[in-house]
């Protein structure tokens, strides 16, 4: 009986300690960060001297944004975040290799309900809002092509998707697991322009964050 007691008790503690860290008016600090690297290979024909040629592209990304939110009802947090963005891409063609690179800061805001087993693992939603301000600069190794620059400023909004985790008191653990997206993007420079699209995703990326919360 003792121990059925004890057991009990440590158990209520347990869940009332990772209650806190979703309920109302409790707040969370987080840094999200993402890395991406992927290689391609094709082969293309030049129809003029029926030559072929191999083209290798490997590309990099990395991402990180720190985060701020508070929770305005249990498990429903209102927050925001800033961040920064670098991709990098190298195109072997033989003919004229280029690079590519593009840099970029955002701002959100988001509004997240959150679904959780125990108070402690499972996924959490909600619409969100981006700005995103870039720069984009392609360059050739030849003077076959001209290079280009351009400034982006791109406006979206959709719905997230995350998997979360509390393994310790105060601690929690994100990873996106994909959303629907549409973005608004203007463009000036080399090729101005206005685009439009439309995104959706699952499992496709790895943005993790880490989380502290506090309060209550």
Sequence with gaps: MYKKLLLAFVSIIAIQTVKAQTEKGSQMLGLSFGVNTSSSDSR???????????????QTSFSIAPTYSYFIADKLDLGLSVGYGQSKQDYGSIYNPSNTESNAFNAGIYLRKYFLYENKLGIRTGPMFNYQHGKYTQEYASNQQSNSESITNTYSGGLGLDFVYFPVKRLGL??????ITYAHQEVKGTTPGTYNSFDASFANRFIFSINYAFGN
């Design 44 to 58: 293309y024909i030049d129809y003029s001297t029926n030559a072929f040629s191999n083209v290798h592209g490997k």
């Design 174 to 179: 994100t990873a996106a697991l994909g959303g």
